[in-house]
């Protein structure tokens, strides 16, 4: 049986966990709170560091002003932001934003069908989700929809910042028993090599 085809994740640590990267055709959500590094993992999965794992991709920004590049999204239709959705390595950051706009009954028909074809072709498109914004019950949706789940956690610990990194759902494939500690640096995230059982 041939192995599937996975792109790097562009996160220096990560690759290995995700036995490879992200499996091509795979929606991810990436969740956890705004100073997380959650927009730092989009956009280091958009545009990894080695330039063989570079391709075309798009990075639509809802939340904020875009950086060389990336789209702005924050007056798009879902439909418009559906046709941008083009190359390997898509990015919507937010779906949080998303949600708030168009409410979430849209939003996860969004994900049901315009992110599905998408995937189809082999594309992989990550969403950045914000933590403390929606219902229980949606998230629960929204974790079902996804292929990839992934939070991104944060604590102070006395005069430290305790930043991990959990593998909550993985579609086909074992979900990794650990939660790994990670580092926020000038490049971006960076997993730690030590690890917590869960």
Sequence with gaps: MAEKQRRTT???????????????????????????????????????????????????????????????????????????MKGGRIIIDSLSRIMLKHGNDKS???????????????????????KDLHKTEDLILLMRSADIFIELDEKIQGNEIERTFWIRKIKGQKVPQRVIPFLITEKGLELSTTSRVV
Excluded at 58 to 78: G, R, T
Aim: glycine share 10%; net charge negative.
């Design 108 to 130: 996860l028909d969004f994900m049901r069908k315009e992110v599905k074809v998408v995937l189809n072709k082999g594309a992989n498109v990550m969403l950045t989700l914000y």
């Design 10 to 84: 562009g996160v220096t640590g990560l690759d290995f966990p995700l036995e490879g990267g992200f499996p091509f055709g795979t929606s991810i959500i990436v969740y956890g709170h705004p100073l997380s590094g959650v927009d730092l993992m989009a956009k280091q999965f958009w545009k990894p560091e080695t330039i063989e794992e570079q391709e075309e991709g798009v990075y639509m920004v809802l939340d904020e002003d875009p950086a060389e590049e990336m789209i702005d999204a924050k007056e798009l239709s879902l439909k418009e932001i559906a046709e941008n």
